[in-house]
């Protein structure tokens, strides 16, 4: 079964910066188009779900534009990771980060809690 896994959250103050991860296959990170997608607290999972950043390996590389500027995606095939860089970060946001396929191919993992408070 596939796994996604999320880690890297954590609460930061306004201005501040996280570094996010995503665990999966080689395979997956090498012939699928990768991305990042963020919900708001309280939403069931998998509704509502805002696309942050999109990647693919050797490809074209996206982002919404309310985050462009800020945050930059890079994978890492060898270490089967996905990355999610985020500097400057306001309290717009604060979500739950969840990777996937852009076509949100497969079952979602745990997600990982960004909270930008002071």
């Known amino acids: 079964q596939v796994q996604l896994v999320e880690s890297g959250g954590g609460v930061v103050q306004p201005g501040g910066s996280l570094r996010l991860s995503c665990t999966a296959s080689?395979?997956?990170?090498?012939?699928?188009?990768m991305a990042w997608f963020r919900q708001n607290s309280g939403q069931a999972p998998g509704q509502h779900l805002e696309?942050?950043?999109?990647?693919?390996?050797?490809?074209?590389?996206d982002y919404a534009d309310s985050v462009k500027g800020r945050f930059t995606v890079t994978a890492d095939i060898a270490k089967k990771t996905m990355n999610l860089q985020m500097n400057d970060l306001n309290p717009g946001d604060t979500a739950v980060y969840y990777c996937?396929?852009?076509?949100?191919?497969?079952?979602w993992g745990p997600g990982t809690q960004v909270t930008v408070s002071s």
């Open positions: 996937n396929t852009l076509s949100r191919r497969f079952p």
């Open positions: 696309m942050v950043a999109s990647f693919k390996s050797g490809g074209p590389i």
């Open positions: 080689e395979l997956i990170l090498t012939f699928n188009t």
